[in-house]
């Protein structure tokens, strides 16, 4: 059974910090690009980092510099470190997986709120 599970999402003043993490099971963890998205209200949902198996990084615009995509193959966990966080952040946060075997093998996590307080 696949299984994306975010946590550590809560509510934080303008300039803090927040871990993310996203502990995964049932799919193929080294072969899978594992990404973190947001989802604004009335908005549509936005890549905000992503990871390949081979460790490189992307990142949006608008967090570079502010937000560290990991990733832990022994622990089937992928992390968003995010700092200097802004009101502009506040969304659901999304981790998302993609297999490089198949794009068939997409999963989503359920998501968690992050708000952040001015």
């Known amino acids: 059974q696949v299984q994306l599970a975010e946590s550590g999402g809560g509510l934080v003043q303008a300039g803090g910090s927040l871990r993310l993490s996203c502990a995964a099971s049932g799919i193929p963890f080294r072969l899978s690009v594992m990404g973190w998205y947001r989802q604004a209200p009335g908005k549509q949902r936005d890549v905000v980092a992503s990871?390949?198996?081979?460790?490189?990084?992307n990142y949006a615009d608008s967090v570079k510099g502010r937000f560290t995509i990991s990733r832990d193959n022994a622990k089937n966990m992928v992390y968003l470190q995010m700092n200097s966080l802004k009101p502009e952040d506040t969304a659901v946060y999304y981790c998302n997986s993609k297999s490089v075997l198949s794009t068939a093998y997409t999963f989503w996590g359920q998501g968690t709120q992050v708000t952040v307080s001015s």
């Open positions: 990871i390949t198996i081979g460790d490189s990084t």
